[in-house]
């Protein structure tokens, strides 16, 4: 039971930390990019999942602040991997719907970037399908804008939500990620493989990169490797860790 004060002083005693998860590019079998995931090292609980508090921040409004920190602090370390001449990851950072609909919201981005030093190509921002949908012309402008400033856009939890297919064609996005729930039960649930078999094509045809998330298992990898998609971002590979760990993963795979 968390109680928004707790989550406001937490962000202010520096108790929140992002952890890294790799996605593995398949073809070179190297990371190429990392998800930045937010914990709460509790004092007295330990670390706490977002899953307990990122509803309770969306609820409050509190997740506007929560995801500028975020942002920030994820632009900053992959900036700091590349000053140190330790690695170039591109950062992608889970966008909420009120945040993507906060009329500031590009603006918040290119600041930033500009604060931070960060490439925007070092920069992706995952919004879900079902965030993206409520309001499709200004979903196009904002695409747009972001498009323009030059950073990656991806659909996180991809099939899960209500994208029609002609959307799909005019959306300025850069990547599908597949949710994990269509990845778990690979190779042997005939109806997932055939989704997910249809969104690796959908994906390739019309020119996009395609990721699968959730992969456990080398069978899982080896399908989805034998259909074509881009890259993996799972336990099979890795976990979410914290970015000293991540920097020894990434430099004994390359
Ligand atoms: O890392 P974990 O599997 O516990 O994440 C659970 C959920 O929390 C995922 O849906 C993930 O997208 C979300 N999440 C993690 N970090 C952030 C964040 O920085 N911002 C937002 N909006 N959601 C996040
Ligand atoms: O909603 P979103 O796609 O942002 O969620 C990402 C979350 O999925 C991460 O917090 C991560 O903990 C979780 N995740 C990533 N890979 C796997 C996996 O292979 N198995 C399981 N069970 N969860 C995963
Ligand atoms: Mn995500
Ligand atoms: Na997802």
């Given at each position: 039971f968390i109680l928004m004060s707790e989550l406001d002083k937490a962000l202010s005693r520096q108790e929140f930390i992002l952890f890294y998860q790799p996605r593995v590019?398949?073809?070179?079998?190297?990371?190429?990019g990392v998800e930045a995931l937010i914990r709460w090292k509790h004092p007295q609980h330990g670390f706490i999942s977002p899953g307990e508090f990122i509803p309770l921040a969306e609820e409050t409004g509190f997740i506007a602040t929560l995801g500028e920190w975020v942002l920030w602090e994820a632009c900053r370390q992959s900036k700091a991997w590349l000053d140190e001449g330790i690695c170039e990851l591109r950062v992608a950072v889970n966008v909420a719907a009120q945040q993507f609909w906060d009329p500031g919201f590009v603006a918040m981005v290119r600041r930033t970037l500009h604060e931070t030093?960060?490439?925007?190509?070092l920069l992706e921002l995952e919004i879900t399908e079902s965030a993206l949908m409520s309001d499709q012309f200004r979903m196009m402008d904002v695409l747009s804008e972001l498009q323009e400033l030059g950073v990656y856009v991806s659909i996180d939890d991809?099939?899960?939500?209500?994208?029609?297919l002609s959307y799909l064609k005019r959306f300025k996005v850069n990547t599908l990620k597949i949710d994990r729930s269509f990845i778990q039960d690979l190779p042997e649930d005939t109806e997932d493989a055939a989704i997910t078999t249809t969104i690796i094509s959908l994906a390739r045809n019309l020119g996009l990169q395609v990721t699968a998330e959730g992969a456990e298992r080398a069978d899982q990898v080896e399908f989805l490797r034998q259909r074509g998609c881009d890259s993996i971002q799972g336990f099979y590979y890795g976990r979410p860790m914290p970015p000293e760990e991540l920097v020894s993963f990434v430099q004994s795979r390359s």
């Amino acid at each position: 039971f968390i109680l928004m004060s707790e989550l406001d002083k937490a962000l202010s005693r520096q108790e929140f930390i992002l952890f890294y998860q790799p996605r593995v590019e398949l073809e070179t079998n190297t990371v190429k990019g990392v998800e930045a995931l937010i914990r709460w090292k509790h004092p007295q609980h330990g670390f706490i999942s977002p899953g307990e508090f990122i509803p309770l921040a969306e609820e409050t409004g509190f997740i506007a602040t929560l995801g500028e920190w975020v942002l920030w602090e994820a632009c900053r370390q992959s900036k700091a991997w590349l000053d140190e001449g330790i690695c170039e990851l591109r950062v992608a950072v889970n966008v909420a719907a009120q945040q993507f609909w906060d009329p500031g919201f590009v603006a918040m981005v290119r600041r930033t970037l500009h604060e931070t030093g960060l490439d925007p190509q070092l920069l992706e921002l995952e919004i879900t399908e079902s965030a993206l949908m409520s309001d499709q012309f200004r979903m196009m402008d904002v695409l747009s804008e972001l498009q323009e400033l030059g950073v990656y856009v991806s659909i996180d939890d991809f099939g899960t939500g209500y994208s029609s297919l002609s959307y799909l064609k005019r959306f300025k996005v850069n990547t599908l990620k597949i949710d994990r729930s269509f990845i778990q039960d690979l190779p042997e649930d005939t109806e997932d493989a055939a989704i997910t078999t249809t969104i690796i094509s959908l994906a390739r045809n019309l020119g996009l990169q395609v990721t699968a998330e959730g992969a456990e298992r080398a069978d899982q990898v080896e399908f989805l490797r034998q259909r074509g998609c881009d890259s993996i971002q799972g336990f099979y590979y890795g976990r979410p860790m914290p970015p000293e760990e991540l920097v020894s993963f990434v430099q004994s795979r390359s």
